[in-house]
């Protein structure tokens, strides 16, 4: 299967929102239910396709889990896991944002549960002012208001592992 | 900007808006994110900010995690204590080193209370009703919300009720015969709409006051009813919701239904505890009672309570000792059914009811 779509090796062109332009075969870009639509409503492969929210260097991380994606077969999910974890290891914050607003936007479902799961995982066994500075969380509790709500939430915390 | 505006639109009836939840994402997809956080941590969350503890404890959290299968359900446990009081416990079956937790405390006022009902509707467990020892039967309800692991005074029953059958059937609670006041009728039953915080009574003579014990099968409750001092009949009336009227359920099933008792996908299984300690599986195409398997009497502690969660049931005894039981691959008969357990409380405390919330 995979070979005769290569053969047919029709490629459309992205442009991000820095002006930077990626030529990608079009079962690659298929991985996006925004491209897919765009193409199934005869939009013109021949035509470039501007991204406006994305950036280049987000671009090019959503098209690498794309390619990987497209070209795995079904039957190798192990493999794919385990490029998953790779692929989002040792990625900053900022760059799992931009992440999670390309796939938002692209409507990469794989990729959007993937990179959201990672934000969601660095919360775990933080304590709550860590967890606002990685985020950027206004405090808008009072010191008096904020020992309450732990208070309150104390026995959550009892005998964590 | 722009995000913090589109997204404090999208979150409807979230106060506070003036901050974004997570800072650089619109609030669908911090939701998105954080809703993806697994529930043990979501105390941890509502300690970050008013908003993320507001997002935390709304119905819009709840139904996205469900909506996205992302929710977990943990179990409670109604027990009473040596002392003869009331307390609650809850478990996370998923956790990596499970262990029963003792939640918020009861209302001081429902310590002593007997014959209450206990139910668990969307986030919430209801205490519903009861009675004392020289305290009559009272419509006082309490509401735990799980989210915020806090009691709360609830709209009372229409009726004071003790030792009465409690169901929650098409998102309502119902609250059936047992013993109330002089005033109260014994044929009669109550239901809460939390839609409009109301509760609506009606009765049926076919509805007797001594209940032992309820399930809700095929969408309709099934109850069943004590067995006379004349004859050891046991017999069970089933509610048919579509045109409100109680009737005789059926008798072979009502024969089998000999212990604690609880429903997966349609299915009703009861631990049936007269020979040893069976399960046992109502097969109602064929109208009988069969053998899943049997547990070793030296893991449950009886008296049990069932629940379950997708295909495991979790029989419940004595303090708080827990048996987990997988019935999507059984149906041996009569061998002994492989299980996991999970380890009891010091104390030897009386489970009296147990429940299940999904966030």
Redesign the interface.
């Known amino acids: 299967m995979a070979s005769s779509i290569e053969n047919n090796n029709e490629k459309l062109t992205l442009k991000s929102s820095d002006g930077e332009e990626f030529l990608v075969e079009k079962h690659v870009a298929l991985q996006s239910t925004l491209l897919q639509n765009m193409l199934d409503s005869d939009c013109s492969s021949a035509d470039v396709i501007p991204l406006p929210k994305i950036d280049a260097r987000t671009l090019a991380l959503v098209l690498g889990y794309c390619k990987k994606h497209a070209d795995a077969s079904s039957s190798k999910q192990g493999e794919l896991n385990s490029f998953d974890s790779e692929f989002l290891k040792d990625m900053d914050m900022?760059a799992l944002?931009n992440l999670?607003?390309a796939a938002?936007f692209m409507e990469i479902k794989g990729l959007?549960d993937i990179a959201?799961?990672k934000?969601?995982?660095t919360?775990?066994d933080?304590p709550?002012q860590e967890?606002?500075e990685i985020?950027?969380?206004?405090?808008?509790?009072t010191p008096e208001?904020?020992a309450a709500?732990?208070e309150?939430?104390r026995?959550?915390?009892?005998?964590f592992? | 900007m722009d995000h913090t505006e589109s997204g404090a639109e999208g979150s409807g009836n979230m106060e506070l808006a003036q901050f974004p939840l997570i800072c650089g994402l619109p609030d669908d997809i911090a939701l998105l994110c954080l809703a993806r956080v697994p529930r043990k941590y979501h105390a941890l969350l509502r300690c970050v900010s008013k908003r993320w503890r507001e997002l935390v404890s709304s119905e819009e959290w709840l139904s996205y995690r469900r909506k996205h299968n992302l929710y977990e359900t943990w179990i409670y446990a109604l027990c009473r204590d040596k002392f003869d009081q009331l307390c609650c416990y809850v478990l996370d079956p998923n956790a990596p080193k499970r262990c029963w937790k003792r939640i918020q405390d009861l209302p001081p006022s429902s310590l002593k209370r007997k014959g209450m009902g206990f139910e668990a509707l969307g986030k919430k467990i209801y205490l519903l009703g009861g009675c004392g020892w020289v305290q009559d039967a009272t419509d006082e309800v309490y509401c735990y919300d799980a989210a915020i692991n806090a009691w709360n005074e609830a709209y009372p029953l229409s009726t004071a009720r003790c030792y009465f059958a409690s169901e929650v059937l098409n998102e309502k609670i119902y609250a059936i015969g047992g013993l109330g006041s002089n005033s109260t009728d014994p044929n009669s039953w109550d239901t809460y709409d939390p839609q409009t915080d109301t509760w609506r009574s009606q009765s049926d003579p076919n509805l007797v006051p001594d209940i032992e014990d309820s399930i809700v099968l095929d969408g309709k409750i099934y109850i069943r009813c004590g067995s006379s001092a004349v004859s050891s009949h046991v017999y069970a009336v089933v509610y048919e919701p579509s045109n409100g009227t109680w009737q005789h359920a059926d008798a072979d099933m009502a024969s089998g239904w000999r212990g604690p008792a609880v429903v997966i996908d349609g299915t009703l299984f009861v631990l049936d505890q007269s020979s040893g300690i069976r399960l046992m599986m109502w097969q109602k195409d064929r109208r009988e009672w069969v053998a899943v398997g049997r547990l070793s009497p030296l893991l449950t502690r009886p008296p049990c309570r069932l629940v379950a969660i997708e295909k495991s049931i979790f029989v419940i005894g004595r303090g708080l000792s827990t048996v987990v039981l997988n019935v999507g691959n059984a149906g041996n008969g009569e061998g002994v059914m492989v299980s996991s357990s999970v380890t009891k409380l010091t104390s030897d405390d009386d489970v009296i009811s147990c429940k299940c919330v999904a966030i």
């Open positions: 900022g944002f999670v607003l938002n959007l959201a799961q934000i969601a995982d919360i775990k933080k709550h967890v606002r985020f950027h969380v206004e405090n808008d509790y208001e904020e709500v732990r309150e939430n026995w959550a915390f009892e005998g592992p």
